[in-house]
């Protein structure tokens, strides 16, 4: 199904409430993703503007007590019942449970101000700017081969390596905890994860504020999904003209002839961030930091010391992010779409080569002593 959220395919339990569950986001997602208002005013239902400091909302959109043609409703606590009671306003629900189901809280909360509160001309202005920057951060790095650095154990490692050998480093998520890696000016950093580096937890605003304070002591390109520019410019205070937005794509999956600043979407930010921007910039491409995950992983997977973060946190905030998913499920398939990525790339005459241990066959393939 096209507009499908793909962590659906990963999710933990499958029965007759989680199928109910998934078909309502399927539909709430799809009417945000295809809004073409600006919304003015929101009405909350059964809570108070005190439990909405953490959504961004813009100063001049006014809360409101009447629900007219032009009222985003917002509902924190999922119930059926309340759903069926707004059922002939259902594409202006947006639900915001952290409860209810896989990350729909948090992406929805995500989009709030690309798809809600931006009207078509500035989302194309957001685009546009985007293509833009991403021209110059292209001239700034011609000629230069690509190393994209991973957070797992091995992360040190590839780093230095890059560095030692003059490589353009994409980096992303809590490798901006590193010192040496941003004294070295890198230029590129990706990252897009709702609940990780958008959400409410005490250590995603700590992921944000390091964010904010790199980006302060060197510019440096920012690679994330489109719906998240404005909040980066608007709330993060970051220049707009270091902003890349990529736009989700369900048809573009062929990331090395990519012209519109599209990528897949696959829920993980080396496939649907890195690799894209990389093959839009080198083709000849390093990997190295990603690890995989051992057999008796019970996260996602491990980190190394010198990017660790804290999960208890996000998982205390974002409960079903992580109750409702089944890593294993997800993890399989971020494999499958990183070796379709790797073998389209070689076929169109990249050069792909894996500069650490892992336990991704397909990396572990193209070991550069192996």
């Known amino acids: 199904m096209k507009m499908l959220p793909i962590s659906f395919t990963q999710t933990k339990f499958i029965n007759p409430i989680n199928l109910l569950k998934a078909f309502l986001w399927f539909l709430l997602r799809g009417f945000q993703l295809r809004n073409n208002k600006k919304y003015k005013k929101i009405y909350l239902h059964e809570f108070s503007e005190t439990k909405v400091s953490n959504l961004l909302i ?166 994330c999904p489109i719906a998240a520019f404005p909040i980066l410019s608007n709330d993060w205070k970051i220049d707009s003209s270091y902003i890349i937005g990529l736009q989700p794509s369900t048809k573009n999956f062929n990331i090395g002839v990519n012209t519109d600043l599209s990528s897949p979407n696959t829920s993980n930010v080396l496939t649907e961030f890195m690799f894209p921007i990389s093959a839009m910039i080198s083709k000849k491409i390093y990997l190295g930091g990603f690890d995989g995950r051992d057999l008796n992983e019970k996260n996602f997977w491990k980190y190394s010391e010198t990017t660790i973060q804290t999960l208890d946190e996000h998982k205390e905030n974002h409960p079903s992010f992580f109750n409702d998913r089944n890593i294993n499920k997800y993890y399989k398939r971020h494999v499958s779409n990183l070796s379709r990525q790797i073998n389209d790339l070689e076929k169109e005459g990249y050069q792909i080569y894996n500069v650490t241990n892992t336990n991704i066959g397909i990396l572990n393939e193209r070991m550069i002593n192996g």
């Open 58 to 223: 813009p100063e001049d959109v006014k809360f409101t007590e009447k629900i007219e043609n032009d009222t985003l409703i917002l509902i924190r606590k999922f119930k059926f019942i309340t759903v069926l009671r707004y059922l002939f306003s259902l594409s202006r629900i947006r639900l915001i449970d952290k409860n209810f189901f896989l990350s729909s809280e948090a992406s929805t909360r995500l989009r709030f101000q690309y798809y809600d509160f931006s009207n078509l001309v500035e989302r194309d202005n957001y685009i546009n700017l985007s293509i833009e920057n991403f021209k110059t951060l292209k001239n700034l790095t011609s000629n230069k081969i690509i190393g994209i650095l991973g957070t797992g154990p091995s992360y040190d490692i590839a780093r230095d390596y890059y560095k030692e050998n003059n490589l353009e480093i994409v980096a992303c998520n809590s490798s901006i905890y590193d010192d040496e890696l941003w004294n070295s000016e890198c230029k590129i950093f990706c990252f897009a994860d709702p609940v990780f580096h958008f959400g409410t937890s005490s250590e995603a605003y700590r992921f944000k504020d390091t964010v904010i304070k790199r980006f302060k002591e060197n510019k440096f390109y920012i690679i």
